[in-house]
């Protein structure tokens, strides 16, 4: 009987390492960048935030949508399983994340993919379909900043509004400590909750949930300073004509009319509305977020 168990465990553990593949591709500048493949089925490329975070936050999603889709964690250029690359203004630009993306569909050999992103990942998204609308399927937009930076300011006041008190004196006072593992854990802990409707969850969630995430400063420095000058998607996301759906939490950091403005843009877009949930609503109403995702690709054949 124990012969047998130990059988089906381990026939259990290979179907998994069998089912999930890492592999690399080249860029077309020369670079090898990795990614994750799980699943079979039409392509759904799972781009991560930040900017500068790994692809291993949204392991989730690719294990709810595996199901019926190849799903591709793409480890974008600088970051986790593609670190191992030139970081600098050259290379850490949107136009080259965009780049990375066409040249990942090439590698794939596929016609056309679709893509789902959050936060800057959803930007992300609205520029490969600005720059190449005819490539993709569909686009499925979460948490999603806006086709320009018209939303910062506001977000920026959210972001000091939905502070509390002592909340802001734990960031003043972890700031001002020498530089260290622990003071820069403690100010990711408070710089992050406001992106949380729920503070305490927020408090016992982001140590576990960015423990593991890989994060590239120098990248996410490098991207926002080229953002800041060549992030205005508004004159080429017209042109993009496919399916695309937006999943905005109702509580996120991110102001609604980001939603809005990207609807006006690509008129066939829908808004789906998740309750109760700042900028991360896998975290904070899975119950109502994972039915949203699976049933916004459901019509993808």
């Known amino acids: 009987m124990k012969t047998l168990k130990l059988i089906f465990a381990l026939t259990l553990i290979f179907n998994a390492l069998e089912a999930q593949e890492t592999l690399s591709f080249k860029t077309s500048d020369g670079e090898t960048l990795f990614y994750t493949k799980t699943g079979k089925g039409p392509v759904i490329v799972l781009l991560s935030g930040g900017p500068g975070y790994g692809a291993s936050a949204l392991q989730q999603w690719a294990d709810t949508l595996s199901k019926k889709f190849e ?8 970051i986790g399983l593609s670190g191992n690359v030139k970081v600098d203004s050259t290379t850490i630009n ?7 993306i066409e040249d990942l569909r090439k590698h794939l050999g596929n016609e056309q993919i679709s893509l789902c992103g959050i936060s800057w990942g959803a930007g992300l998204a609205q520029a490969y379909v600005s720059y190449f609308p005819d490539k993709v399927k569909k ?33 003043q006072y972890w700031s001002n400590q020498p530089p260290s593992q622990i003071s820069q854990f403690k100010q990711l802990i408070f710089s992050q909750l406001p992106y949380f409707y729920d503070h305490t969850l927020g408090y016992n969630i982001i140590p576990k949930a960015f423990s593991n995430v890989a994060f590239n400063a120098k990248v996410s420095d490098l991207m926002w300073k080229d953002l800041d000058k060549n992030y205005d998607l508004k004159s080429r996301l017209v042109n993009y004509k496919g399916q695309c759906i937006i999943i905005r939490p109702r ?51």
């Open 71 to 78: 799903c591709i964690l793409f480890e974008q250029r600088g």
């Open 94 to 100: 949107l136009k080259r994340a965009v780049l990375d």
């Open 139 to 171: 686009i499925v937009l979460i948490s999603a900043m806006g086709p320009d930076l018209t939303f910062l300011p506001a977000m920026n006041d959210n972001k000091k509004m939905r502070l509390y008190p002592n909340e802001r004196d734990s960031i």
């Open 251 to 301: 509580q996120d950091i991110i102001p609604g009319d980001a939603a809005y403005q990207i609807r006006e843009l690509i008129p066939q877009a829908k808004i789906v509305i998740i309750e109760r949930s700042g900028h991360y609503p896998q975290i904070e109403n899975p119950n109502a977020f994972f039915p949203a995702l699976k049933n916004a690709f459901s019509d993808i054949k």
